[in-house]
């Protein structure tokens, strides 16, 4: 059984002319590093935020979304909260309180968790991410990349088995934009969380993945391995070859 499954998902927005998501299909296993990529405006979006469905946008939807064989719609709050993380692609946006310490600590607090297991959880995640050091800082000092990482801490804190990126590293230099790709991947390595992540440009996890979907117009195109999606976009001369690293595409060429 797949641990996400999307079944014949149609989707609508209100008084939209066109289907932002059409017939789309696909599944990922417990564990797997998914890279959902396109180009702007194709989609990617709007199904991340599908996959959380207090996240999702107002729309009509057809078709069925199974998390762990459960329809999506049916996880309660409080499920989706300590089982699926979303990290926005501005982490202003996530970020609801005003010391790192306690952004930590809020999403466990707001489910109710006991407040020994707050601490113990807090301590271990600020350890986990190297930010002891953010600990007692406001977050309006932060810079753009330490924001990201705290959001990103903040989800992992709930201790979830899925984790959505939304284009996370859009608006990092490529310097916070290595370390927070590399603190992700040390989540699905280490931790065994699940990462679906969108990337308009993917290069930078692109060694990571287990599987490349690519979208195109509301539609995947493809849902492949690193290797095989390189050579399908090749074939396709599709322009978001481009935006997957020289290496590969130099690789899969010879």
Not at 62 to 81: C, F, M, P, T, V
Not at 194 to 205: G, M
Request: aromatic share 6%; proline share 4%.
């Amino acid at each position: 059984m797949a641990f996400v499954e999307i079944k014949n998902l149609n989707f609508v927005y209100p008084g939209a002319d066109s289907l932002a998501l059409e017939d789309i299909s696909l599944k990922t296993d417990r564990g797997e590093f998914v890279i959902l990529c396109g180009q702007s405006g194709c989609g990617k979006t709007t199904l991340l935020r599908q996959l959380k469905p207090i996240t999702a946008p107002c729309g009509k939807r057809l078709g069925s979304i199974l998390y762990n064989g459960k329809d999506i719609s049916l996880l309660s709050k409080r499920e989706q909260a300590e089982k699926i993380g979303f990290v926005m692609q501005d982490p202003e946006n996530g970020i609801v309180t005003d010391k790192v310490w306690h952004e930590l600590a809020f999403g466990l607090e707001n489910i109710g968790t006991d407040s020994d297991e707050i601490r113990r959880r807090v301590a271990e995640t600020a350890a986990f991410f190297n930010i002891d050091g953010l600990f007692g800082r406001t977050v309006g000092t932060l810079s753009g990349g330490q924001k990201q990482l705290v959001a990103l801490a903040a989800v992992t804190a709930m201790r979830p088995e899925l984790i959505i990126l939304d284009e996370p590293t859009s608006r990092l230099d490529p310097n916070a934009a290595s370390e927070f790709c590399n603190m992700f991947r040390r989540i699905n390595v280490e931790l065994g969380i699940t990462i679906i992540i969108s990337e308009h440009s993917p290069e930078n996890v692109f060694g990571f993945a287990d599987k490349i979907v690519v979208m195109s117009e509301g539609r995947i195109c493809a849902a492949l391995s690193p290797r095989e999606c390189t050579g399908f976009l090749r074939r396709k001369a599709d322009p978001m070859l481009l935006a997957m690293p020289s290496a590969a595409r130099i690789g899969e060429a010879a």
